[in-house]
């Protein structure tokens, strides 16, 4: 069961990557900042403070693999749609979503071992 959560996580961003990518290589001109807003600022951190959440609530090891794909996937899309190749950006912008939930997951199974005690 704690494989088929990472399966899941990882999945979601690579899924999310090739939607953003898609809708990226598309998008008319003047559109840069909405996309920017909503793909590497809203949906990529909710989605790896959730799954960071859930991974570390699993006791999975496989959430150091999610950080990866995560840093990876938010490394590669503005290069591949804007040009830009910002690795202290995408390093932070993953780097922080991923900490909070591993507090959060962290935090769910401190009290969840407490409420059973």
Known sequence: MKNKAAIISVSAVISEFIVFLIWGLLL?????MGFSLIALYIVFPLTALISTAVLVYKKT???FLFAAVMLLAHT????????T???LFSFLATLIPCAVGSLIGISAGLIKR????
């Open 28 to 32: 008319p001109g003047g559109d840069e």
């Open 61 to 63: 090891v496989w959430v």
């Open 114 to 117: 407490i409420k059973k005690v």
């Open 85 to 87: 190749f910002e690795f």
């Open 76 to 83: 590669f899309l503005p290069f591949f749609i804007f040009g």
